[in-house]
């Protein structure tokens, strides 16, 4: 072999090289996408759960509601030739978070929002339920859609009882209190707390220490006031 043959030999080596390494390349192509396949989702039910509670009769004035978020999935893996290698149920149960819920009752409408966890709280002495007629208040419903096909509905009945105590709650904590004298502000503070209002009694009196604090004789003198009914 005389050394143009062998250049020549050599430049066809190297435009054959490149060609080999190509063909190789493309031969293994079908092996990484045999082993990546593909996965299919089916949504086989989807819907929402309230709960509030085990009891369904409303004794206070406040309720937590919680609502999650339901869907069952039917996951389908397939190889690259298109056959299932693997079929198995997916349940998802997810807090309905940051989304609205629908309060009922009669005409009346209110809307709460839940938070990131799908937590809400009811409570019909805040400001956006005092428009309610609680001496016909017989039933409360709560609603939650995330579409027109999946709802869900709820019913809290309202105690007679707690019906008569919401419509003397609702003067004693709105009603104006600058007319009202620092007794009749004692008054209505303890009149709360033997309805069983703990919490609203609480509240009202925390506002009355707050809004005196730059009068601190007027503060002492409510304070003075609450004593006898603290101590009894």
């Known amino acids: 072999m ?10 066809l080596f ?3 090289m490149p060609l080999i390494l190509l ?5 293994s192509a079908p092996t990484t996408l045999s082993a990546e396949g593909r996965t299919e989702r089916e949504l086989l039910s989807h819907g929402i759960h309230i709960d509030a509670g085990e009891s369904l009769v409303l004794d206070t004035p406040q309720r937590v509601i919680r609502v999650t978020e339901q869907k069952l999935y039917r996951v389908t893996h397939y190889d690259a030739q298109g056959n299932a290698v693997d079929q198995h149920d997916d ?3 997810l807090p309905w978070a940051e989304k609205p819920v629908q309060v009922t009752a009669g005409e009346f409408t209110a ?10 709280r009811l409570n019909l002495l805040d400001n956006g339920f005092i ?15 995330a579409s027109p096909a999946v709802r869900s509905e709820l019913n809290l009945l ?9 419509a003397e709650a609702v003067a004693l904590i709105y009603d104006d209190l600058e007319e009202a004298g620092v007794h009749q502000w004692a008054f209505r503070v303890n009149r709360l707390a033997e309805l069983g209002l703990m919490e609203e009694s609480n ?18 003198e409510f304070v003075n006031a609450l004593e006898p009914a603290s101590s009894h």
Do not use: H, K
């Open 131 to 145: 428009e309610l007629d609680y001496d016909q208040l017989r039933a409360i419903q709560l609603s939650a859609e």
């Open 111 to 120: 809307t709460l929002t839940t938070d990131m966890e799908g937590m809400t």
């Open 203 to 220: 509240q009202l009196e925390n506002m009355l220490i707050l809004l005196t604090t730059g009068d601190p004789e007027l503060q002492a």
């Open 91 to 93: 349940f998802r149960n």
């Open 23 to 27: 063909s190789a390349c493309s031969t």
């Open 158 to 166: 309202v105690g007679r009882d707690l019906r008569a105590r919401l």
């Open 2 to 11: 005389n050394t143009r043959t062998s250049l020549a030999g050599r430049r």
């Open 14 to 16: 190297g435009l054959l």
